[in-house]
Nanobody, 123 residues
């Protein structure tokens, strides 16, 4: 069993930056692929970014070039660096994980989910 806890959300002005963290406990993340999803009010949860167990990264088009996902296996933590934030990035951001490789953009591919952290970008 893996427990995931997100942190780092908050209120930021458009153009600003935030770094989200996803800290895991229960198991080491070395063999896990980790993804970030987000859900804005009134919208479905959507894929944002993912990093495979081997370090390959994947992004949805709307954040490509602005967001960077990375992992620190020694700290059992995955990060999402978010730059040039826009009001449309406002959402609850969720960290999720599963063993091995996966269809990274699909919610159903993941086994473990955090509780989420709120990101609000003001215009």
């Amino acid at each position: 069993q893996v427990q995931l806890v997100e942190s780092g959300g908050g209120l930021v002005q458009a153009g600003g930056s935030l770094r989200l963290s996803c800290a895991a406990s229960g198991r080491t993340l070395n063999a896990y692929s980790v993804g970030w999803f987000r859900q804005a009010p009134g919208k479905k949860r959507e894929f944002v970014a993912a990093i495979s167990w081997s370090g390959s990264t994947y992004y949805t088009d709307s954040v490509n070039g602005r967001f960077t996902i990375s992992r620190d296996n020694a700290k059992n933590t995955v990060y999402l660096q978010m730059n040039s934030l826009k009001p449309e990035d406002t959402a609850v951001y969720y960290c999720t994980a599963r063993v091995g490789s996966t269809n990274y953009a699909s919610e159903s591919s993941y086994d473990y989910w955090g509780q989420g952290t709120q990101v609000t970008v003001s215009s």
